[in-house]
């Protein structure tokens, strides 16, 4: 007897001395800065192969009270896959868009490798890209709109940059009744855009006014023309109008052909109606991708390789995860060559948040292409302004649940749309465009049933969601760094140029102060200092300050948005960098 219990003792000791410390790591400081996670309030708990993925027993902790969280554990040998998880009263909050993640344990101590919760590993906060469509701009303004940020008058080009968006949008139409949706009024907003150093994305909508769901109206000069003329058309107008834009020394980094062509496009010719409609048959989908293949050709031809822009085929319903395979599955089988699939998400009309979240995280794996919310909004109020034009969003039954008519649930839903979008399975998801943020209600203006659903307040006062585009928490303060010397400011950030930049860029430091102690720092989007680009005394005066896109090691930094931070005599002043690689 004695001696099966030797051989059962020395096979326990035997097997705790092949277990070895697995460390696991999760920053959570993304789910802090978001209000989703509160420390010391709430726990996060590892789930896997290593409990039988239940269980709330392996706690992770932050031991520096930094927001990394880690738990220890002894393993044996082998793969394990497992999660983090956020038990809640109600249910548990389950990291839900990536696949499981794996450790590998030999007979060496291994730590897992460092991410956010609910993040791929190797995501960067900040990099899926953000933009508006601002189409009315210049029509707005013509009529007197005007816009502000802290009481101060803004160029909205300049704004949206500052705020940390990227791409601007603009539509087209063909031959538009009136000025300003024409080529030479859009080009002209193009040359604004680009020199506030956003991104393009052209919306060709191939119709003289508006094309969606509802209408998809041919162009008057294309009316009536034998089909073989009008694929023809498509194909000559597309090229040169992005000839048009690449002599004016705006060429688009995206183009979108058609708009919301869900239906399909210039009916009757390429309509394709809805699902299972006497619309959707083979020789109605073969005219539709004829059409759309005119166009992709028409915008990729006379461009050399490096300017070539990315596709767009842009469908409405970003929430419908049935129709969305049905209609791309439909353009993929007749060789329609594009690169990014765009989807429209209102959720008064397209559902809920988790149905956009679900339906992307289908459509990446289903057809390995970009994904890009084209369009998106939300209310920060339900009132309105008297000027004879209904809103599209009037009552509580039209609101998300969880996301009120408020400036802060505004913000709330588009930091979640954000956050969905990078969360996308491959880094699939690239980026999200706001549409038409400064649609106010402006007297001798086109009317606005989307005055609610702005990012400014009725009088053109920027609101909590202009600042979408970087939710994270930092420890950089803001500052009025636009106020100027006359209301007693000691410090003031010029924009930084280039910018977005590759290589170096350059920013001027004005003191107003006479001789101060003066620190510039660079911080990424976590709030962690990444180089320090002066701190010493300085004189009054501007001071040109230059940062090469490296940390104080030396090392290059990841591609993404950073804040620098200036500091003297006590004040404070910001401004913003976006840097590729």
Known sequence: MAVPMLVALLLAIAAEAAA??????????????????????????????????SGNAEVLTDIDADGIYEIVLDLTSGVYEYKFVIPEATHDRWEHSIDNRSITVSSAPVSSALTFFDHRTGWVPGTTRVGSDISFTHQLLAAGAEYRVDGQPLDLFGALADHGQEIVRLRLWHSPAEPWHGLPATILMAQEAKAAGHDLMLDLHYSDSWADPGQQTKPAAWVGIPFSALVDSVYAYTNSVVLAFRDAGVLPEYIQIGNEVSPGMLWDDGRVGSQGSVWDTPAQWDSFAALLTAGIAGARDSLSASEQPGIIIHRAEGGDNAGCQWFYDNLITRDVSFDIIGLSFYPWWHGTIWSLRDNLADLATRYGKELMVVETAYPWTLGWVEDGTGNFVWQESQLHENYPATPDGQFEFLRDVVA???GVPGGLGTGVVYWEP???????????????????????????????????????????EDAGEEQGNRVMLSPAAPNPFRG????????????????VRVYDVTGRVVATLIDSSLTPGRHELTWNGRSDSGARVASGVYLIGATVAGERATAKLVHLR
């Open 20 to 53: 070895v410390p697995v460390t696991l790591a999760v920053d959570m400081r993304i789910e802090i800065s978001f209000e989703r996670f509160e420390p010391g309030v709430d726990v996060l708990i590892a789930r896997g192969g290593f409990n039988g993925w």
């Open 420 to 422: 969905i979008v990078e």
């Open 438 to 480: 400064g649609f106010l209600s402006v007297d001798g203006g086109p009317g606005s049933p989307y005055e609610n659903l702005t990012l400014f307040d009725f009088d053109g006062d920027a609101l909590r969601g202009l600042g979408f585009a970087m939710p994270w928490a930092t420890d950089v303060e803001s500052g009025d």
């Open 504 to 519: 170096s860029s350059t920013l001027t430091l004005t003191i107003f102060a006479p001789g101060a102690d003066a620190r």
